[in-house]
Antibody
Framework: QITLKESGPTLLKPTQTLTLTCSLS??????????VGWIRQPPGKALEWLGI???????RYSPSLKSRLTITKDSSKNQVVLTVTNLDPVDTATYYC???????WGQGILVTVSS | DVVLTQSPLSLPVTLGQPASISCTSS???????????LNWFQQRPGQSPRRLIS???NRESGVPDRFSGSGSGTEFTLQISRVEAEDVGVYYC??????????FGGGTRVEIK
């Protein structure tokens, strides 16, 4: 059974940096072909894809957010980390980590950006 | 970026009746490998999204067969043959043919009349 679980801060101030961790179970980020992505959803709004990292450290980002995003992996801990810099209130959203292109989803973590 | 337009925005349905959701793409979604990477997701109230269908018409394991997907090119449809109470939620289409970025439709809310 594959599970993904997001963790990190839930309240941040504008201009701060968000760091979220996705912990994987039943799925290894080191296995050939595996990719773990991030998707966010502002309250009451649609889904927005952020980026993905693959087992071989290949990464793809949303062009509109690329300058502010970094996705890394820690194979020893079987975790994937999302960093979002220079936060703004519009970054308030539930952040999900997903297996590949959405085959499995984490429970999500609501991150609020407010002064 | 590929823009996916869903209709309707809201779909009130009587229990046991069929429902149909449309997803129109700004570009043809046939990949150079011959596949069409158009997926459908269901998000029940208060839950994470769940993938129902991949590559236009392939149901995920455990998805009831009352859900079906069809379409080609730029026009795609998710159909529910007989709506049940547990089908209430928001449905999203997503394309993974022309990426990055992966893009989603704006969502269709299914509710019971």
């Amino acid at each position: 059974q594959i599970t993904l679980k997001e963790s990190g801060p839930t309240l941040l101030k504008p201009t701060q940096t968000l760091t979220l961790t996705c912990s994987l179970s039943g799925l290894s980020i080191s296995t050939t072909g595996v990719g773990v992505g991030w998707i966010r959803q502002p309250p009451g709004k649609a889904l927005e894809w952020l980026g993905i990292i693959y087992w071989d450290d290949d990464k793809r980002y949303s062009p509109s957010l690329k300058s502010r995003l970094t996705i890394t992996k820690d194979s020893s801990k079987n975790q994937v980390v999302l960093t979002v810099t220079n936060l703004d209130p519009v970054d308030t959203a539930t952040y999900y980590c997903v297996n590949g292109f959405g085959k499995n989803w984490g429970q999500g973590i609501l991150v609020t950006v407010s002064s | 970026d590929v823009v996916l337009t869903q209709s309707p925005l809201s779909l009130p349905v009587t229990l046991g009746q069929p429902a149909s959701i449309s997803c129109t793409s700004s570009q043809r979604l046939v990949h150079s490998d011959g596949n069409t990477y158009l997926n459908w997701f269901q998000q029940r109230p208060g839950q994470s999204p769940r993938r129902l269908i991949s590559k236009v018409s392939n149901r995920e394991s455990g998805v009831p067969d009352r859900f079906s997907g069809s379409g080609s090119g730029t026009e795609f449809t998710l159909q529910i043959s007989r709506v049940e109470a547990e089908d209430v939620g928001v449905y999203y289409c997503m394309q993974a043919t022309h990426w990055p970025p992966l893009t989603f439709g704006g969502g269709t809310r299914v509710e019971i009349k």
